[in-house]
């Protein structure tokens, strides 16, 4: 017999939000900024987004220009993009994707516990929250980890893993949403079940073993919709 639903995990880059040029372009204002003549363009992001986290990303970007880590200080690097995202998402610049504003609040009038489980920064699932719901995250969601709470980030499961115990929930009894690969799998290795909803960066990706693959949340007609699913596929 299907386990009962009882929590949902998101990522916050993509399901949510499609953040992710917003993040680009942060992190141009702040090679600019360090006086690097650093420029992501969409196709050099696309590729580098391969390598989770803001930090890794440009260690990545470093290394494969030959770079040396004492060259750029690159936590002082990312504190100053993950400052300059803040304010442009303040700015008004994400908008909530289709279905997820609905989702959210039928989850929370029939109890399902909700997370975060992403690898970006703190500060920046508290910016969304306030820009797009105009809520504290903590009160949107009842667990909130972030990439800096894990050894590993995602693919590895570590961030769900340890949503999961916050949460006191199961991985049967919880359903992840992501928009990549890397979260997707990250989702399968902690024993969750995942919905995909890719965004522009992550379309052409390999999603098997996802329980759905759709272009939006609205798409899987609501909760109800959407806890039949799960119990089908449980
Ligand atoms: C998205 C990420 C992050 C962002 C940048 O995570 O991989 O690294 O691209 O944010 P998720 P930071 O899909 O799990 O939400 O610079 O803060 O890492």
Not at 117 to 140: G, I, K, Q, Y
């Amino acid at each position: 017999m299907a386990e009962p639903l009882r929590a949902l995990i998101f990522d916050e880059d993509g399901s949510p939000v499609e953040t992710e040029d917003l993040h680009r372009r942060a992190f141009n204002d702040a090679f600019a900024a360090a006086g690097l003549d650093w420029h992501w363009s969409v196709p050099v992001y696309a590729r580098l987004l391969h390598t989770t986290g803001g930090k890794e990303r440009i260690a990545r970007h470093l290394a494969e220009r030959g770079g040396v880590p004492a060259e750029v200080d690159i936590a002082a690097l990312h504190r100053d993009k993950t400052r300059r995202y803040g304010a442009l998402v303040e700015q008004g610049a994400l908008t909530l994707r289709p279905g997820i504003r609905r989702l959210l609040s039928q989850a929370r009038s029939v109890n399902l516990r909700l997370a975060i489980a992403t690898t970006t920064s703190h500060p920046n699932v508290e910016a969304l929250c306030r820009a797009c719901f105009a809520r504290r995250a903590e009160e949107m969601f009842d667990v909130i980890v972030a990439g800096d709470d894990v050894a590993a980030r995602k693919p590895a499961p570590d961030a769900c893993r340890l949503a999961l115990s916050r949460l006191g929930v199961p991985p049967a009894q919880a359903s992840a949403f992501e928009d990549s690969a890397n979260g997707l799998r990250a989702a399968l290795a902690a024993g969750l079940r995942c919905v995909v909803t890719p965004v522009v960066y992550t379309g052409g990706e390999d999603f098997s073993g996802a329980l759905a693959v759709v272009p939006a949340l609205d798409r899987t007609g609501g909760l109800a919709a959407f806890r039949s699913l799960v119990e089908r596929c449980g």
